[in-house]
């Protein structure tokens, strides 16, 4: 297993280096045709690269062509990368000279004494940690994909720089199967089918604030109804806690610190309030309403808690990115010998999750970032045992350093979707500072009190964002449990009209969610909105069912299925739901 993550970790590096070069080539590009342009950053990312420029006028999709013609010269003429190292004040004159004041203030922001590099290609030189490959010509593989504007620094209080998008690969092959998987995500785009299917709507009223329709709230409330009967076979209680808290409860709990510029603020009574941005603070409350015995723990409490987080305009993204979202928060406290079980639990509630759900996953253990509460012994002890539970277990994992939350080192869970794409959604985090924090104890066999564990967990993340996930993935063709409408009954004449009404009938006293069709329309029509409501059955009655009195199923992942009786179809349909079939 060492030597596949090894092998994996050094085929992600190889392409991350390909990438970084390709962001300097598009740069050399933007100032060969646009001269006045200055440099900010260039970093390669998870899914290409991109370079962010201060322009005169934003750029175009025509600017962008040109670009990319201006890119592939540069890589045929296969110029070599040169490193060169400088002592800081040459490396401020250098910058300075270019007119690159974003460079400028990078320099400056670096510690004394620290390295300072550029990399250079022809008569192109940026500042540039590296790595990168030896010419321009390994470039092989690359594609522009889109303009966007960024802040610099990520900050709104900051100019708005124009950022290129775009994506390279060792093989034209590679690239060719990435821009197709680019365009069969933008006809599963979840914004796109949520409207199209009636599922959920964003208005400029309230914007990163989803509203969800009717057919969204039956998705959202069978989702929810699996979660909680996941939970109550395993052992946990569900509360629910207050949207706003005072201020001072966010101080002790180190968000103040931490997360404010996250958080939305407000008075009460001339006293200082936070709407909450995570739910574990009030979780605490909880636990400290009343002293807990060691026989009293393992303690599992669950919440679907709604939270708020200010999340910048330009990075709102449907139901992927939102200001306030539902997390399917768990809180577990725990003596520590009990720590190592209660995550091989927690794992196994997750993979129960996602194999229903019809996801294949990847496993990430965070360690401590560099802006982190409590002691690197702690943090040490932390991340070992969560190491211990993965490998117990046999659970593959890669190592993401510094990627830990501030309380926490933690295990994500990235789910991968059926066009090979993955998503962030579940996680464990250990957390050994908030029982410090607030004073939490138990009273242990010895009749004295001791420090609880404490295990903050989410399985879905967020059940806006994993809804979106959801649609793209089954590109809103769900499966017959989850689907909003799990039958369709058309019409093709006016006289079947009675024997639709008591099918439908039939079906809805068994639970099954039923729409009918008895509209004047041709039976192609119907048929053909039908499919695009993406319901899984439909049931088709004409003179003949009704004089036999029976229905014509149409399958929508299996085709015509011929005449049946009503209980045939009901009987596949309840063994489908039973064994949430996908």
């Known amino acids: 297993m060492e030597k596949t993550q090894q092998n994996i970790h050094e085929n992600e590096m190889e392409l991350r280096t390909l990438r970084h070069t390709a962001s300097h080539v598009l740069a050399q590009a933007v100032q060969k045709l646009f001269p006045t342009a200055k440099l900010a950053i260039g970093p390669a990312i998870d899914t290409g690269f991109y370079y962010d420029f201060d322009v005169e006028e934003p750029f175009t999709t025509q600017d962008l062509a040109a670009i990319e013609k201006e890119m592939q010269r540069i890589i045929k003429r296969n110029a070599k990368l040169e490193r060169f190292v400088l002592p800081r004040d040459q490396a401020l004159a250098l910058v300075r000279e270019q007119g690159e004041l974003y460079k400028v203030e990078l320099i400056e922001e670096l510690p004394e004494g620290e390295e300072i590099s550029f990399y250079k290609q022809e008569d192109f030189v940026d ?183 200010h999340e910048m305009s330009g990075a709102l993204h449907g139901l992927m990115r939102v200001r306030a979202f539902t997390q399917d928060d768990a809180h577990l406290y725990l003596t520590p010998d009990q720590v190592k079980d209660e995550i091989i639990g927690i794992i196994q509630m997750n993979c129960d999750m996602y194999a229903t759900s019809g996801f294949a996953f990847r496993v990430e253990l965070s360690t401590m970032p560099e802006d982190h509460m409590g002691s690197v012994e702690d943090w040490d002890r932390a991340t070992e045992t969560l190491r211990q539970a993965l490998e117990e277990i046999g659970m593959p994992y890669k190592i993401n350093e510094g990627d830990g939350a501030f309380y926490g080192p933690k295990i994500d869970f990235h789910l991968e979707d059926c066009i090979g794409r993955t998503w962030q959604c579940g996680t464990i985090q250990l957390d050994f500072q908030m029982p410090v924090r607030f004073d939490m104890e138990y009273v242990g066999p010895d009749g004295e009190r001791h420090r609880p564990v404490m295990v903050h967990r989410t399985i879905l993340g967020s059940m806006e964002r994993f809804i979106g996930i959801l649609i793209e993935h089954f590109a809103g063709a769900f499966p017959t449990w989850l689907a909003p409408v799990q039958a369709k009954v058309l019409t093709i004449t006016e006289r079947c009209d009675d024997w639709a009404r008591k099918v439908a009938e039939e079906l809805r006293a068994q639970g099954i969610r039923v729409e009918t069709d008895l509209r004047n329309e041709k039976i192609g029509f119907k048929i053909r909105e039908a499919q695009m409501e993406k ?48």
């Open 127 to 309: 500042l540039c940690a590296g790595p990168h490959v030896a010419s321009t010509g390994k470039v092989k593989a690359m594609k522009l994909l889109s303009i966007a504007g960024a802040y610099w620094r990520g900050s709104e209080k900051n100019k708005m720089l124009q950022r290129v998008y775009g994506t390279a690969f060792p093989t034209k092959e590679e690239l060719s199967a990435y821009l197709e998987r680019l365009e069969e995500a933008k006809r599963r785009d979840h914004r796109k089918l949520g409207k199209e299917l009636g599922l959920f709507m964003l208005g400029d009223e309230g914007p990163g604030f989803p509203f969800f329709l009717p057919k969204g709230m039956v998705l959202r409330n069978l989702l929810e109804a699996y979660w909680r009967k996941l939970h109550e076979a395993n052992g946990y209680a569900e509360i629910r806690t207050p949207i706003m808290l005072n201020s001072a409860l966010w101080q002790q709990s180190g968000h103040w610190d931490h997360y404010r510029d996250n958080m939305y603020m407000t008075k009460i009574d001339e006293v200082d309030f936070c709407v909450k941005p995570m739910n574990c603070p009030g979780g605490i409350l909880v636990y400290k309403s009343k002293m807990h015995s060691y026989r009293d723990l393992p303690l599992r409490v669950a919440e679907l808690g709604l939270v708020h987080r």
């Open 535 to 582: 319901a899984p059955y439909m049931l088709i009655i004409g003179d003949k069912e009704v004089e036999d009195q029976t229905v014509a199923v149409r399958s929508r992942k299996d085709g015509d299925l011929g005449a049946m009786p009503v209980s045939g179809i009901l009987e596949k349909m309840l063994e489908e739901i039973r064994t949430k079939a996908r």
